[in-house]
């Protein structure tokens, strides 16, 4: 296996809204990160992957790009954003940009040309459809709910948006589109940047015809998902895109990718066929949602299930293609208070499942707060919060289809992209000490307790935990690079699994619940006297072989 810096890396993602205010106008911005980089120094971290800090109108906090080649005004400036880049380099950390090219906003001077009349030169930018028998185009839907057609009066056609309607998608189709991108990242790398994370890149390529979707009221993802995710020309354009810009430079590149296999992760990831490092995948996301409905229908999480998920990905990946690894990002919500216990067991639990996750192959990405434990926020009214994906489901559900509100707000409290948008918890002062405005969403209440002053002044914090997991991946290459085998499949509460990399072994035990489950090894795996790598707990009953886990403990061993 081709040994490299990016599968040897830890990433941070910054989410720059809600990281740190510098100004006191409530908004995260670029000096409040500058301000920040000797903590991410001393986590550890090699990378940060920043959120998009380009001019946009903000219908989806940034991913609306209406200037790719400008700052945010609300972020700070070109020399700002250089200067953070600089500073970034001087401590060792790189940097890798958002590359939203899927859409773009609807402010965007190319949309507005192209919706100005059928012949304009950029009307080709974006798929314009006429109606079809007196409504929309096809039977699409918005990932954010709604159809994905969008009526313009000034031409009397449709256009296609597969998130909000002022985020209309690009027309790769369009060779001179295609140009005008890799120009784009050609001026970004050139500044310094080391690389993208590419924002839904899987949906760039759609059918041709934009068939209607079959049966489109089941549908675990957005009807129509068949014709616009992994579409027919998805390989050219990454090999395209690999050939003109990203072959030349080393970078780091990694493909958000809603609705991939293992199989087809190799595809956009085989070193052979130049497309992208890594994929950013989601399968294991979806398993707390009931089959066939939306993210927001959610059942409890079978840990059977997500042993399957990450161990199919382990293995089929190993050796031919090369995978992300997180729990939380910008999108999701926080991982303790969803799979963890965030109430009796937060800091055990938030420890177990960063052991369990940066102890397995790929690249792991941590998002911002998770290195502390912060939790989901139950905000009371659905006017405090932001999302426009959160704001649409809401308005669906309950003013229009009059449903439970109280059931509504729950889903809203498990699984809103909010609950990772709360300012980050830097003290105990008023909104965290994020800033000293009013915050553009509030924080979350429990800041007074759980904040990065805190895990700073406690030597068993979860902070420093992480801190150990990213320090032991530099030190084992057995972590970054050895096989997987799950074990003890069928176990409802333990995950394990075993690591094996040049004569080399690790053992790692992960108890998912509060209870106090039997751990035996199958005979004949492991013999010898190991170490204990890491555990989440100060003193250790029983053996590797067989003992008595406690409330979401953690064990790594490593036999040499």
Sequence with gaps: MEKTWWKEAVVYQIYPRSFMDSNGDGIGDIQGIISKLDYLKELGVDVVWLSPVYQSPNDDNGYDISDYRNIMDEFGTMSD????????????????????????????????????????????????????????????ESVFSGSAWQFDEATDEYYLHLF????PDLNWENEKLRREIYDMMTFWLDKGIDGFRMDVINFISKHESLPDAPNPENKPFAPGGEYFMNGPRIHEYLQEMNREVLSKYDVMTVGEMPGVSPDEGILYTDRERNELNMVFQFEHMDLDTQPGKSKWDVKPLDLRDLKRSLARWQVGMHGKGWNSLYW????????????????????????????????????????QGEEIGMTNVRFEAIQQYKDVETLNMYKERVIENKQDTAAVMNSIYIKGRDNARTPVQWDDRENGGFTDGT????????YSRINVKEALD???????????????????????????????????EIFAYIREYNGEKLLVMANFSGNNPDFRLPDGLLEGNPEILVSNYSDHSGTFSECKMRPWEARVYRFS
Aim: proline residues 5%; aromatic residues 12%.
């Design 328 to 367: 939380n990002n910008h999108d999701q919500p926080r991982i303790v208070s969803r799979w963890g216990d965030d109430q009796n067991y937060r800091v055990e639990s938030a420890k177990m499942l960063a052991a369990c996750l940066h102890m397995m192959q790929g690249t792991p990405y941590i998002y």
């Design 439 to 446: 915050p553009w969403i509030e924080a979350n209440p429990n």
């Design 458 to 492: 406690d030597q068993d914090s979860i902070f420093y935990f992480y801190q150990k997991l990213i320090k032991l991946r530099k030190e084992h290459e057995i972590i970054v690079y050895g096989s997987f085998q799950l074990i003890l499949e069928e176990d409802p």
């Design 164 to 167: 909000t309607k002022k985020q």
């Design 81 to 140: 954003w250089e200067e953070m880049l600089e500073e970034m380099h001087a401590r060792g950390i790189r940097l890798v940009m958002d590359l939203v090219v899927n859409h773009s906003s609807d402010e965007h001077a190319w949309f507005a040309e192209s919706r100005s009349s059928k012949d304009h030169p950029y009307r080709d930018y974006y798929i314009w459809r006429p109606s079809k028998e007196g409504r929309e185009p096809n039977n699409w």
